[in-house]
């Protein structure tokens, strides 16, 4: 599948992914595409947190008339499982409830679910993913314009999602070089890497595109694409929120690929409330600081720009 197949020429993917759950993944979706849609952008919020869905719950929907089960389950076309969301030129395709896991999903589905997620008729379709880096989340998250991370200022968290960008990036790798028989080549150097001198994934690319000339063109061309946008939530202190800006800077030295700190979420009892009362939240509390910094984190996101960092480095 090329660029030009994806949601016509206009239209966008964003991933919203991470590795661990209870970040905000979910909640940083919900209102990445109200605010996007509140701005008047057509937008289709795919929930592929399988086994795990509640994108819904952040729209006071409760139990979905249709789902991503009856793309699996029945063959129904994707297109017809959006549901209208109480957001004008929003609607929401709900996760599957049924499957136990994201590990399911047969190859042929993704396939198919991954083309017609493409065709979909919106200028921003916004999918949100599980936790975990399971091959089908990474694929999902690979099929990304946008790839935004969300992490919170914990050690775990920030673990899980080094794994995640890891795995990401790795299997774009083997992907891209895989229609030149090189795959295997790819997964030989990385299991001997002490021997290659290879000591993450930065200098597997490096040390593929030196012994293999030819094929740096072509990793260069299909990287292209893998560009992070983080989004760091629940932020308790300023000291946090540098964390941020430290975090960016260790992705971009072991992954060598570029990354934007592109905004922070404070962390707000408005969030949860706000699902509890089923008040979207983005449409609810536009006046809160917390609404301000998610209003400032997209516009970074669509101008591939950094947030600044009070008081401190960028
Ligand atoms: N900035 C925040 N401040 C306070 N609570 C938050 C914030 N972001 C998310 N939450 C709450 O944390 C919980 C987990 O969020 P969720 O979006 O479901 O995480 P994930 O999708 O990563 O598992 C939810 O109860 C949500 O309301
Ligand atoms: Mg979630």
Redesign the pocket.
Known sequence: MTQTEKLGKEGEIWAVG?G???????????SIGTYLAQKGRRVILVDM?IG?A?LHS?FGIDRPARSLTSFFETGAALSDLAVRTEIESMSLITGDIHSLSAENIKFSQKLKLFRQIMKLNAQNVII?L??GSHGNTLDTFLIADRMII?IAPEIIAIENMYHFVKAALFRQVKKSLKEYGLKEIVQHVWDRRERYGVKNVKDLIDYLKDAYPYFGAILDRELGHFRLHLVL???RSGQDIQLGAAIKSVLMKYLGVPVHFSGY????????R??RDRKPFMRNYLSTG?AKEIETLVENIVLARDVTVPGGMS
């Open positions: 991470g661990k759950g209870g970040t905000g993944k979910t909640f940083i979706t919900s947190d795990g509640n952040f949100d599980g936790a969300v939530n629940m932020v979420v404070m962390y707000d009892d408005t969030v949860w706000s699902v917390t």
